[in-house]
């Protein structure tokens, strides 16, 4: 399965009661340590397009009780991003994809962010 999302920048919503909303307190600080503006609203559109992707790759649409903070991206010490997942998330994966794995990529700029997910 394969999920793909974008944006663009000039949509995402920087507000922090919108970060607060779609987002865990480590995805917070990873987008807050932001160096400008412009890379804390890359991140933020990003993390919407991971959510997005996995979401998608997962066949979990409206009415399936999913929320955005059922899924959280993180990092290994290299930079590579990965997903956790939390609540109705994690039961579809295990229900259906249990013996699988979730790999993630993402890229932003400062025109457009997107992320693609895929269950392989």
């Given at each position: 399965?394969?999920g793909?999302d974008c944006?663009?920048i000039?949509?995402?919503d920087?507000?922090?009661?919108?970060l607060?909303?779609?987002a865990?307190?480590?995805?917070?600080?990873?987008?807050k340590?932001?160096?400008?503006?412009?890379?804390?609203?890359q991140?933020?559109g990003?993390?919407?397009?991971?959510?997005?992707?996995?979401?998608?790759?997962?066949?979990?649409?409206?009415?399936s009780?999913v929320?955005?903070?059922?899924i959280?991206?993180c990092?290994?010490e290299?930079?590579?991003?990965?997903?956790?997942?939390?609540?109705?998330?994690?039961?579809?994966?295990n229900?259906?994809?249990?013996?699988?794995?979730?790999?993630i990529?993402?890229s932003?700029?400062?025109?457009i962010?997107?992320?693609i997910?895929?269950?392989?």
């Open positions: 399965m394969i793909i944006i663009d000039e949509r995402v920087n507000s922090d009661e919108f607060n909303r779609i865990s307190n480590e995805e917070i600080n990873y987008v340590k932001s160096f400008c503006d412009s890379l804390r609203v991140r933020t990003a993390l919407f397009c991971v959510k997005e992707a996995v979401m998608k790759a997962l066949e979990l649409g409206k009415g009780g929320v955005f903070k059922d959280e991206l990092h290994y290299s930079g590579k991003p990965y997903v956790k997942l939390y609540g109705k998330a994690l039961d579809k994966f229900s259906d994809f249990k013996d699988k794995k979730i790999e990529s993402l932003h700029t400062p025109i962010a997107m992320a997910a895929i269950i392989i």
